[in-house]
């Protein structure tokens, strides 16, 4: 103490201990502190603040106790400086709500947690349900592709077979025969290209540089697409990218097919078109406000045969119902699918009567995605 004051009682000898306080612990030492030690004989914990010679407050806490020796009435008292005390009460209040905090969010991210795993379990529900509804439907098309074809290929065959050991047919028989394996032969057209959409779930594509005009002369082979009285115009202002050769190759023969499926028979020639050229495309088509520009490869492929008046979109499902049902092949369906695993896109347009178009967009660089 005497060191804290920059005092010493030798000094001061005839000041009295209240001389010592300030102004505040002075008027509550004589009015409470002295009656209770008179009244009780102690006093414990009682907060004074004393001055020192250079006029700063040191708080003390003291316990004070009185004797009496010969005569004499004592008070012994045992002070602690308490200085640091409010830092500690702030430092302890501070840890106290960081806790409660702590406790708080971690009540909060439990909740999320418990939140997160509801989530989790419908998400593995619906994953299930998914996964369930993806086998049986490549179970349904096994079997209409594989299962299918034998059946259509024994009519065709027994048609034929009628027709070659029967030359004396009436002509309207000839002519329900000839429908008959005209028919056949679209539906088993219809089951390969199935099987072929099949096929490509499980499908990598080999990634390599490609020469457009190689494979539309390769799928005009093919599809015999010049049996129909066609004439096919290229146009290729784009010739070269990166894609895999054999399915951009299926694809095209598809697309043939599909225009000598559907010929106008008003038109003496089926006329097919064919361009590109490379545009510059945002390559995040689902992603609002997002925009990275790469070179695409545009391909446009249109006919003059009969068309469809149907929504565009649904040209491309595998199976529709409607009254144009019969002109559409799921060879589009295919198209798509192999367009969508070179992270392209593909567009059918068309007016009934007037031909169908589609463009089709072909990243001319691949990359992992």
Known sequence: MQLELGITFSEKSHLRIDDFLTVGSRIFFQTHFIPLIKMRGFAQ??????????????PVLLNVK??????????????????????FEKELLLAKNAAEEAVS???QLLKIRSELELHQRELEMQLGK??????????????IAHDLQEPLRKSVFFADLIKSQNPELPDNVNDKLDRIILFNKHMRQMVISLQRIE???NKTPNFQDVDLESLIEKAVTISEVKRSNSDINIE???????????????MFVELFLNSVRFINPENAILLIQISSVTVQRNVYVESAERYLYEDFIKITFSDNGI????????VFKIFQRGEQFDRISPG???????????HGSIIAKSIGGKGAGFTLFIPVKQKLF
């Open 45 to 58: 914990e009682i907060y004074l603040s004393f001055k020192s010679a250079n006029g700063s407050h040191i």
């Open 66 to 87: 009185r004797q009496n020796n010969m005569h004499l009435e004592e008070m012994h008292c045992g002070g602690m400086i308490i200085s640091n005390r409010n830092r």
């Open 105 to 107: 969010k971690n009540v």
């Open 130 to 143: 998914l996964s369930a509804l993806h086998r049986q439907h490549q179970k349904i098309l096994k079997v």
């Open 199 to 201: 096929e490509l779930e």
């Open 236 to 250: 290729l202002s784009s010739q070269f990218f990166q894609g895999d050769a054999e399915l951009l190759k299926n």
């Open 307 to 314: 068309g469809f008046n149907t929504d565009s979109s649904v």
């Open 332 to 342: 589009l369906a295919y198209c798509r699918r192999i367009v969508e695993l070179h």
